[in-house]
């Protein structure tokens, strides 16, 4: 039998926390791995979901003006996060066509 200073702590149901046992940049690094690989996997899932609506914008005709004033919007809006910083004409234009859009769209 074992004596009581070279035996070994007792099993218990609990997780042992790790990141207690480690130094902070190891915690910091950690965590940003952690956060890095989430951001990867909602960015996946973004992408796919985009693809699904951009099938579905295309694969349907609209049927109406309205119809057809959401398929542009998104196209809009799309076009525009494309643009660069410095390219505040385009930017202006398309925040008037969609301001357009919304004005026109209240009345419909």
Do not use: C
Not at 48 to 75: D, G, H, I, M, N
């Amino acid at each position: 039998m074992r004596s009581a200073a070279t035996r070994a702590p007792p099993v218990t149901e609990d997780p042992v926390d790790l990141d207690k046992h480690r130094g902070m940049a190891a915690q910091k690094a950690t965590e940003i791995r952690r956060l890095l690989l989430e951001v990867e996997t909602n960015s996946q899932m973004l992408r796919q979901r985009q693809s699904e609506l951009e099938a579905q914008l295309l694969a349907l005709p609209a049927t109406s003006w309205p119809e057809a004033a959401v398929k542009a919007r998104y196209l809009l809006t799309h076009y525009q996060s494309t643009l660069g910083r410095e390219d505040t004409l385009h930017h202006r234009l398309v925040e008037a066509v969609l301001a357009d859009f919304a004005r026109l769209l209240d009345g419909a």
